[in-house]
């Protein structure tokens, strides 16, 4: 992996970006304008590029106060044997280490804006790794998911209906 090359920020093409979720199975309901507004809302976005090409991304988002670690995606190629799923572009087996070095340095990003708490959702496979970074479970966390967009969604109609 001594190709990887890293970067902090900086413009990222949305078609690059589609074609690299497209190519780890990740599923995204997502305009180009939508991808482009969600690049541009992150504090911090981290690539990663092997000779070039796009294998990883990771990005945290910041109120301020708190942190969050958002998304970190390694093509699976890139994880090395272990890997069981390789689906969504889950970390499952950082061989190469270039999945952790995305995540420092979002986390270290966030710390240098002042941020002193980061939170982290995980995947069962994705456990270890975040672990590995220093992330411990939070007794009670129970993460959920509203979908706002999209047909057979009547909780999402609901809300919607309901604040109006």
């Keep these: 992996m001594t190709n990887v090359k890293f970067a902090v920020g900086g413009k990222l093409d949305v078609r690059e970006l589609d074609e690299f979720y497209g190519r780890?199975?990740?599923?995204?309901?997502?305009?180009?304008?939508q991808l482009s507004e969600m690049i541009d809302r992150s504090t911090v976005f981290v690539t990663a590029r092997n000779d070039g090409q796009l294998i990883?991304?990771?990005?945290?988002?910041?109120?301020?106060?708190?942190g969050w670690l958002t998304e970190c995606k390694l093509d699976p190629?890139?994880?090395?044997?272990?890997?069981?799923?390789?689906?969504?572009?889950r970390i499952e087996h950082d061989t190469s280490g270039?999945?952790?070095?995305?995540?420092?340095?979002v986390i270290g990003?966030?710390?240098e804006r002042g941020i002193t708490r980061i939170d982290v959702m995980a995947w069962g496979t994705e456990v270890?790794?975040?672990e590995e970074l220093g992330f411990r479970r939070s007794g009670g966390l129970v993460g959920m998911t509203l979908r706002t967009h999209?047909?057979?969604?009547?909780?999402?109609?609901?809300?919607?209906?309901a604040a109006r």
């Design 109 to 111: 990003d966030l710390q």
């Design 128 to 130: 270890d790794f975040l």
């Design 98 to 105: 270039v999945a952790a070095e995305m995540a420092r340095r």
């Design 24 to 33: 780890v199975n990740h599923e995204i309901d997502a305009t180009p304008q």
């Design 56 to 66: 990883g991304i990771a990005r945290g988002v910041s109120d301020g106060l708190r």
């Design 150 to 161: 999209g047909p057979g969604r009547p909780a999402a109609d609901a809300a919607v209906s």
């Design 77 to 89: 190629a890139y994880q090395g044997p272990a890997a069981v799923t390789r689906t969504d572009g």
